[in-house]
């Protein structure tokens, strides 16, 4: 979620202990900063994120803002992110059907669910997941060569939206074009074998797997779609499986990029094989890469170092730990986290920004991106106030009348008092603050 949706609340976070490792923690405030120039942050592994100068990252000196950093210095992401503490659980069914869905489905408005492939397999699956699950009625139609289409019906209609149809809006998905699909948030909190049986159907879709012929080039394990979000989605569900895929573009023309969500390494190629396995089409070849990998050397650089000639392994670095008796190199050796290289920072624009703060671990996972908690002013200062109006983060018309110039001062930390919220009325023509009149009428 993006952060400015989060404001006023305290949601649990995933973060990053001393001895790095990936942790859970609970948020204490989240809050607007003010408008502030921006800069792009970009990784190796494809990965991008947006922050302001003075903002802090994971550096492979430590705690670094952006200004400090530099073209080539290695930050910190998480290698894996943990499972939810309870998951939710879906008919194994249903999750093979989006993983299809998502794929090569379209669920567009005004137009009928429908879904093409050339593979007699994925067309079984999601006509018998159809059925089963929903109890709608699936008709194939022909096209060119081996594909041809299904096209779903009995869901209902706008008014009334049922079955397969009904359960798409459910999940938000439902009118998203190709080049805007996402993976519905609520498949985040499935469990990792769940999350790895959508994969594995997401990848009988528009996936590859393809080992390198008579002993040239890489082996390619990727991910193809026009959309951006999708891409970032499919990433982040790989490291619930603890695999760190590197996101690329290509463009052709006047057509929209193509985003490629790679699986490169003989280690990341093999835990795919194991965790996430194929289907349909992509069975044959994960089989002819599974044999292909039996005592491959593991490559573990990314995208390459302008400063040094490899990356050491982990279990290489865990080796030199033991002999040197070095608890730092042994902790980075067993650590949840990631060394990625930064390949370009740029200026982006203005505009408002946003902080959090996360007692403990004072650290957060930003799009898998290890960030810090805020400055030391909010952890030093002996009293923090909050000042929130629902109309600097809401539109007029959503605002309820009893909410209408609403001002809060939230007295957030006090180290001699209690903490509180205090509801005041803004005179926005003198831009002056008054008791307020908790009534139906409101004075101003």
Same mark, same amino acid.
Request: charged share 25%; aromatic share 8%.
């Given at each position: 979620?993006?952060?400015?949706?989060?404001?006023?609340?305290?949601?649990?976070?995933?973060?990053?202990?001393?001895?790095?490792?990936?942790?859970?923690?609970?948020?204490?405030?989240?809050?607007?900063?003010?408008?502030?120039?921006?800069?792009?942050?970009?990784?190796?592994?494809?990965?991008?994120?947006?922050?302001?100068?003075?903002? @802090?990252?994971?550096?492979? &000196?430590?705690? !670094?803002? *952006?200004?400090? /950093? +530099?073209?080539?210095?290695?930050?910190?992401?998480? =290698?894996?992110?943990?499972?939810?503490?309870?998951?939710?659980?879906?008919?194994?069914?249903?999750?093979?059907?989006?993983?299809?869905?998502?794929?090569?489905?379209?669920?567009?408005?005004?137009?009928?669910?429908?879904?093409?492939?050339?593979?007699?397999?994925?067309?079984?699956?999601?006509?018998?997941?159809?059925?089963?699950?929903?109890?709608?009625?699936?008709?194939?139609?022909?096209?060119?060569?081996?594909?041809?289409?299904?096209?779903?019906?009995?869901?209902?209609?706008?008014?009334?939206?049922?079955?397969?149809?009904?359960?798409?809006?459910?999940?938000?998905?439902?009118?998203? @074009?190709?080049?805007?699909? &996402?993976?519905? !948030?609520? *498949?985040?909190? /499935? +469990?990792?074998?769940?999350?790895?049986?959508?994969? =594995?159907?997401?990848?009988?879709?528009?996936?590859?797997?393809?080992?390198?012929?008579?002993?040239?080039?890489?082996?390619?394990?990727?991910?193809?779609?026009?959309?951006?979000?999708?891409?970032?989605?499919?990433?982040?569900?790989?490291?619930?499986?603890?695999?760190?895929?590197?996101?690329?573009?290509?463009?052709?023309?006047?057509?929209?990029?193509?985003?490629?969500?790679?699986?490169?390494?003989?280690?990341?190629?093999?835990?795919?094989?194991?965790?996430?396995?194929?289907?349909?089409?992509?069975?044959?070849?994960?089989?002819?890469?599974?044999?292909?990998?039996?005592?491959?050397?593991?490559?573990?650089?990314?995208?390459?170092?302008?400063?040094?000639?490899?990356?050491?392994?982990?279990?290489?670095?865990?080796?030199?730990?033991?002999?040197?008796?070095?608890?730092?190199?042994?902790?980075?050796?067993?650590?949840?986290?990631?060394?990625?290289?930064?390949?370009?920072?740029?200026?982006?624009?203005?505009?408002?920004?946003?902080?959090?703060?996360?007692?403990?671990?004072?650290?957060?996972?930003?799009?898998?991106?290890?960030?810090?908690?805020?400055?030391?002013?909010?952890?030093?200062?002996?009293?923090?106030?909050?000042?929130?109006?629902?109309?600097?983060?809401?539109?007029?018309?959503?605002?309820?009348?009893?909410?209408?110039?609403?001002?809060?001062?939230?007295?957030?930390?006090?180290?001699?008092?209690?903490?509180?919220?205090?509801?005041?009325?803004?005179?926005?023509?003198?831009?002056?603050?008054?008791?307020?009149?908790?009534?139906?009428?409101?004075?101003?």
């Amino acid at each position: 979620m993006p952060i400015r949706e989060l404001v006023g609340t305290a949601p649990e976070v995933l973060a990053v202990s001393p001895d790095g490792k990936i942790v859970t923690a609970k948020s204490e405030k989240i809050w607007l900063v003010g408008v502030r120039p921006v800069f792009l942050l970009c990784l190796a592994s494809g990965r991008v994120i947006r922050a302001t100068e003075r903002h @802090r990252f994971l550096a492979a &000196r430590g705690w !670094e803002t *952006v200004s400090e /950093l +530099s073209v080539g210095d290695r930050v910190a992401i998480a =290698r894996r992110l943990p499972e939810p503490a309870f998951p939710d659980s879906w008919p194994d069914l249903r999750v093979t059907l989006l993983g299809q869905l998502i794929g090569d489905g379209s669920y567009l408005k005004h137009q009928p669910l429908r879904y093409t492939t050339s593979s007699e397999e994925n067309s079984r699956i999601v006509a018998e997941a159809v059925r089963e699950e929903f109890g709608g009625d699936v008709k194939r139609y022909a096209g060119r060569g081996s594909w041809h289409q299904l096209l779903i019906s009995g869901n209902g209609n706008r008014s009334h939206p049922e079955k397969l149809n009904g359960w798409l809006r459910e999940l938000g998905i439902f009118g998203q @074009r190709s080049y805007e699909k &996402r993976v519905p !948030e609520a *498949v985040f909190r /499935l +469990s990792n074998r769940q999350i790895a049986l959508l994969l =594995r159907h997401l990848w009988a879709t528009d996936g590859t797997i393809a080992p390198r012929g008579n002993g040239r080039g890489s082996h390619s394990v990727f991910f193809s779609t026009n959309s951006p979000r999708l891409a970032s989605d499919v990433a982040a569900l790989l490291l619930r499986l603890g695999i760190t895929a590197r996101i690329s573009s290509v463009k052709k023309g006047n057509y929209r990029p193509n985003f490629l969500v790679g699986v490169s390494g003989a280690n990341d190629q093999r835990r795919f094989l194991e965790a996430v396995g194929a289907a349909g089409p992509r069975a044959p070849q994960a089989e002819r890469l599974r044999a292909l990998l039996v005592g491959g050397r593991p490559n573990t650089n990314v995208g390459r170092s302008a400063h040094f000639k490899f990356v050491p392994s982990r279990a290489l670095l865990a080796e030199y730990a033991e002999i040197l008796r070095d608890e730092e190199l042994y902790a980075r050796a067993t650590s949840d986290l990631f060394w990625d290289r930064i390949v370009a920072i740029e200026p982006d624009s203005e505009e408002e920004v946003f902080d959090l703060t996360v007692p403990g671990p004072a650290s957060w996972l930003a799009d898998g991106i290890v960030s810090h908690n805020s400055g030391a002013l909010e952890q030093d200062a002996d009293l923090i106030i909050f000042l929130y109006r629902p109309e600097r983060y809401k539109e007029q018309s959503e605002i309820p009348p009893d909410q209408q110039n609403l001002a809060e001062v939230i007295v957030g930390k006090q180290r001699n008092g209690p903490t509180d919220t205090v509801r005041l009325t803004f005179i926005p023509q003198y831009a002056s603050f008054e008791n307020r009149v908790e009534s139906d009428r409101q004075p101003y």
